[in-house]
């Protein structure tokens, strides 16, 4: 039965907005957290500009309860309504709102036409929102828009009876858009960047996710000189980095090439000098033990003499009467006087066992 009467109930609602269904449009669910404050945009079409605005709770609209008007706004510490006839978009701000308030409330203009959104009011944080509704922006430039979220299901961007963005890049009324979603401090962020924007994309928008969403007002102005000194500026050491990063890249492909072959320079010598130590090695090991190593100046230190025995004879002697008792005694007798002829000469010996030899030939001669 419980099921039956639901739907019942959901058809009726569904006829008792049907008249202004097409002629105000907001959105449908938004959540806040329990002493939180939110502002709800409206916006209707041409001709109700002069037309009285109010809002009223109750799941009904014929049986709905007005909280304001714009043609009598009563004083009220939570709740405020304000009509902008130029954007064609009239406010509705409420203020530290409780547990209590939770429920569904309408936006309508007094000709007829009517919108209706469920606001949900949360002991803990919401189950998606922004730090700040109200963002600006300078011509040309970006912003950038955090929804945080702790529910699940699909995301988009959208503008307030515009056209709507789901996927992670794309264009909005002539402004670029780019959509992240990330996981930051616990949190889970769809991060919206507009940029490139324009005086036009001043607006209401809403970021959601799954079945929740909630509006957020974007205002673009003009740059001032300053500021359009500074874009300018921007530009131009954009280009000038550029320009020095193409630079530097240039210049390490000139530096890298010389580079490389010098390392590989290096590697093949230090290659080859180990090659060659480990030849020169293995040539010390192959020699056979106590083989003699022989100077180069060997050959020089070798004196090779001929010594030859000469014995004196009777007219190489010296006579002895001639000179008296100085001779009459010979002091030196034949075998014990040797006359030597030394001679120097070169000889080669590689082999000689060592480096100072004396090579002598001695010859006996009669005097």
Request: with cysteine.
């Amino acid at each position: 039965m419980a099921p039956y009467l639901l739907l019942v109930l959901r058809i009726l609602f569904f006829l008792t907005g049907l008249s202004g269904i097409h002629g105000v449009s907001t959105v449908s669910h938004v959540s806040v957290k329990q002493g939180g404050s939110i502002t709800i945009p409206c916006l209707y079409h041409h001709g109700s500009e002069k037309h009285v605005k109010y809002w009223c709770s109750g799941y009904f609209f014929h049986f709905c309860s007005t909280l304001i008007r714009t043609d009598s706004q009563s004083a009220s510490n939570w709740l405020s309504i304000a009509d902008n006839v130029t954007t064609r978009v009239f406010t509705v701000t409420m203020k530290n709102l409780q547990l209590g308030v939770s429920g569904y409330f309408w936006g309508a203009v007094e000709k007829g036409d009517t919108t209706h959104l469920y606001l949900s009011v949360s002991t803990g944080t919401a189950g998606l929102y922004v730090d700040q509704q109200h963002v600006t922006g300078v011509e040309g430039q970006s912003v950038t828009v955090n929804c945080n979220y702790s529910n699940s299901g699909g995301f988009c961007w959208c503008r307030l009876g515009g056209s709507c963005m789901e996927r992670s890049v794309g264009n909005l009324d002539g402004a670029s858009v780019e959509i992240k979603r990330i996981r930051a401090n616990g949190k889970k962020v769809m991060i919206v960047t507009m940029s490139q924007l324009k005086i036009k994309n001043t607006g209401w928008y809403w970021c959601a996710v799954g079945d929740l969403q909630i509006p957020v007002h974007i205002t673009v102005s003009q740059p001032t000189t300053t500021q359009s000194n500074t874009t300018i500026t921007n530009q131009n050491n954009g280009g000038t980095d550029e320009k020095r990063q193409e630079r530097t890249q240039s210049l390490l492909v000139v530096l890298v090439i010389p580079l490389s072959l010098l390392v590989v320079l290096i590697a093949g010598t230090l290659v080859t000098l180990k090659m060659f130590r480990k030849h020169k090695d293995k040539k010390a090991k192959d020699q056979p033990p106590n083989t003699p190593v022989q100077s180069a100046d060997s050959e020089q230190n070798i004196t090779y003499s001929t010594v030859s025995h000469t014995r004196r004879t009777a007219q190489q002697g010296l006579n002895p009467e001639s000179h008296g008792d100085f001779y009459g005694t010979d002091p030196f007798p034949d075998d014990a006087v040797t006359y030597s002829t030394v001679v120097t000469k070169n000889k080669t010996q590689p082999n000689a066992a060592k480096p100072d030899v004396v090579y002598s030939t001695v010859a006996a001669h009669q005097r």
